[in-house]
């Protein structure tokens, strides 16, 4: 996928998510250690709880990041956990790659990603898989919002739907 007209094709679909879930939506890839977001969607918050574009932010403490380092080949991963340092954000940071490796194997076996707090005490995101229509993992699709007033449960249910419906119908795009 040529990276540079994605986020042309993407908008429509990040369009609909920041609609129905009235948060704002990104398609985030990886390179190298860090998640990159290509595309966003949604209403204009306080920076403070978005990404610019273009932003590069440490995978292990995004949802999107967590997914995309969930999803790799078991000996890519074992090199990952075995080669980082865990950098510490916030005191909700997952800071042991014990405590790491258990989160990692719970969002490969769920397929999507919820993090909280760890880069930063306000904001939550949820992330799911953009595959091609092949199959291949290419991003991932996440929004970002405040912690705000509701519970993670009520978050996850109230957004991943949406989600999940968005990167099936963007499938055959990609």
Same mark, same amino acid.
């Given at each position: 996928?040529? *990276?540079?007209?994605?986020?042309?094709?993407?908008?429509?679909?990040?369009?609909?998510?920041?609609?129905? *879930?009235?948060?704002?939506?990104?398609?985030?890839? @990886?390179? =190298? !250690?860090?998640?990159?977001?290509?595309?966003?969607?949604?209403?204009?918050?306080? @920076?403070?709880? =978005?990404?610019?574009l273009g932003?590069?932010?440490?995978a292990q403490? *995004?949802?999107?990041?967590?997914?995309?380092?969930?999803?790799?080949?078991?000996?890519?991963?074992?090199?990952?956990?075995? *080669?980082?340092?865990?950098?510490?954000?916030?005191?909700?940071?997952?800071?042991?790659?014990?405590?790491?490796?258990?989160?990692?194997?719970?969002?490969?076996?769920?397929?999507?990603?919820?993090?909280?707090?760890?880069?930063?005490?306000?904001?939550?995101?949820?992330?799911?898989?953009?595959? !091609?229509?092949?199959?291949?993992?290419?991003?991932?699709?996440?929004?970002?919002?405040?912690?705000?007033?509701?519970s993670s449960? !009520?978050?996850?249910?109230?957004?991943?739907?949406?989600?999940?419906?968005?990167?099936?119908?963007?499938?055959?795009?990609?």
């Amino acid at each position: 996928m040529g *990276t540079k007209r994605v986020p042309r094709v993407v908008q429509p679909f990040l369009q609909r998510v920041a609609a129905g *879930t009235n948060e704002i939506a990104y398609l985030s890839v @990886m390179d =190298g !250690d860090e998640v990159v977001y290509i595309a966003r969607n949604g209403p204009n918050r306080s @920076m403070s709880t =978005g990404y610019v574009l273009g932003a590069r932010v440490p995978a292990q403490v *995004t949802a999107s990041g967590m997914l995309m380092l969930a999803l790799r080949s078991d000996a890519e991963l074992a090199d990952w956990l075995a *080669t980082r340092q865990l950098q510490v954000f916030t005191s909700h940071t997952i800071a042991s790659m014990e405590r790491m490796k258990l989160e990692l194997a719970r969002i490969r076996a769920q397929g999507w990603a919820l993090s909280e707090q760890q880069l930063d005490l306000n904001s939550r995101g949820i992330a799911v898989p953009l595959r !091609d229509r092949h199959g291949t993992l290419v991003g991932a699709l996440n929004i970002t919002m405040p912690m705000g007033h509701e519970s993670s449960e !009520d978050a996850v249910a109230r957004v991943l739907p949406v989600l999940r419906e968005t990167a099936q119908a963007m499938r055959n795009l990609i």
